[in-house]
Each structure stands twice: as C-alpha cells, then as structure tokens.
C-alpha cells in the first residue's frame, strides 16, 4: 500500500475501510461468489499485465539488443555459473 498512496493516516484509513468492507462481503456470499469474483479480479490483472508486456516490448527488445552488443565487444563479461 506504500508504494501506490503513500503512508499517511487517511490512506491508512481508506485501506482500513475497503478492507473491513471485502471482509463483511466475503462473509456474507457464498463460497462460489467469492471464488468467482476473485477469478474476475484476476483475470483483469491479466489483461493489463498482457497490456503492459505489449507497450514494454520495443524497451526490452533494445536493451537486450545493447546488452548482447556488450557481450561481443568485450564490454560485459557473461556471467558463468559453478558446477560441483
């Protein structure tokens, strides 16, 4: 919660009341409710997590192409790992 509204007393709060209002409702619904609104949840993460991966893709495409130009010249050294 920190990192997205800070730490002060009335975002403490808000977390406080949304959380004691979640609470109060998964008592109330069925198991099947919660299961499903729960799957709905997480499935809108998924859209904008793809959302995220396909705005971030030409980023990462050009820092992997400047990180293997420094492996050829010599600039970075691959990292080895040990075997026993």
């Known amino acids: 919660?920190?990192?997205l509204f800070g730490r002060s007393p009335a975002s403490e709060r808000i977390h406080q009341a949304v959380f004691c209002v979640f609470v109060v409702i998964g008592s109330?619904?069925?198991l099947g409710s919660?299961?499903?609104f729960a799957?709905?949840?997480l499935?809108?993460?998924a859209l904008f997590n793809v959302a995220g991966l396909h705005l971030l893709a030409p980023v990462v495409k050009r820092e992997v192409v400047a990180h293997r130009e420094k492996l050829r010249t010599g600039e970075v050294v691959e990292a080895t790992t040990?075997?026993?």
């Open 34 to 36: 919660v299961l499903s």
């Open 28 to 30: 109330v619904l069925t």
């Open 82 to 84: 040990k075997t026993s």
């Open 43 to 45: 499935s809108l993460l």
């Open 1 to 3: 919660m920190d990192l």
């Open 39 to 41: 799957d709905a949840v």
